[in-house]
């Protein structure tokens, strides 16, 4: 059966991601500036009077992800699924940069969120004293898939290749497949990640796949 799919962008905690200064706690009343001074071209801004924003504000923003996401294929297969973190910067020209992903789930999710805010359109860029400045934002994306068993077969019959780790050794599918069965319960799937050969051990090479991922298992 195949297994049901969200993508989905969480508003309640994108509207308070932009980056927040820590609240000071002296019990001191701050001096009053009545106009800031120009901030220096690179520096990032964490908390500004006008902020920046996707053009049609945070509902089109939702709906942006939501129609360019794509659950990536390994991830579906094997049921990985979480809550992406991402941190980025919004440019005094309004383009992202500087995407980086706070957190891993692994199995090309981190990718795909990544590739999909470097396309994002410009946004209106944010205003410190009437003048644009380099915003950060946090923007958490979740993935969700309907978790199940995964087959062994239909594993091998992927364009991926798998290798898995099971009580910190690595196995080849076969050799799992001896160990934990013809299929495998999604839960039981710690994370997956790209695998990269040395070379050192042909027993891992597959130089008819697409990819090679590194299933590593719950002890």
Same mark, same amino acid.
Request: proline share 9%.
């Given at each position: 059966m195949k297994r049901l799919i969200a993508l989905s962008i969480l508003l309640s905690a994108f509207s308070v991601a932009i980056a927040q200064t820590t609240p000071d706690t002296t019990g001191k009343t701050p001096p009053i500036v009545k106009?800031?001074?120009?901030?220096?071209?690179?520096?990032?801004?964490?908390?500004?009077?006008?902020?920046?924003?996707?053009?049609?504000?945070?509902?089109?923003?939702?709906? /942006?992800i939501s129609k360019n996401l794509k659950y990536p294929e390994v991830a579906r297969m094997i049921g990985i699924e979480g809550k992406l973190i991402l941190s980025f910067v919004v440019g005094r020209d309004g383009?992202?940069?500087?995407?980086?992903?706070v957190?891993?789930?692994?199995?090309?999710?981190?990718?795909?969120?990544?590739?999909?805010?470097?396309?994002?359109?410009?946004w209106k860029p944010g205003f410190q004293s009437g003048r644009p400045v380099r915003v950060q934002y946090y923007v958490p994306i979740g993935f969700s898939v309907?978790?199940?068993?995964?087959?062994m077969k239909?594993? %091998?019959?992927?364009? /991926?290749?798998?290798?898995?780790?099971?009580k910190d050794k690595l196995y080849t599918l076969d050799?799992?497949?001896?160990?934990?069965?013809?299929?495998? %319960?999604?839960?039981?799937?710690?994370?997956?990640?790209p695998f990269y050969n040395d070379g050192d051990n042909p027993r891992y090479a597959m130089p008819d796949k697409k990819e090679v991922y590194l299933v590593v298992m719950k002890n």
């Open positions: 106009e800031l001074p120009p901030a220096p071209p690179n520096r990032i801004i964490k908390e500004v009077d006008n902020p920046p924003e996707y053009p049609g504000g945070t509902e089109a923003f939702s709906k /942006y383009k992202i940069t500087d995407i980086t992903p957190n891993c789930i692994g199995a090309g999710c981190e990718a795909e969120a990544v590739k999909v805010l470097q396309e994002s359109p410009n309907e978790k199940g068993k995964v087959s239909e594993l %091998r019959a992927s364009n /991926y290749g798998f290798v898995f780790n099971i050799e799992a497949q001896e160990i934990i069965g013809r299929s495998f %319960r999604s839960e039981d799937v710690k994370i997956a990640e």
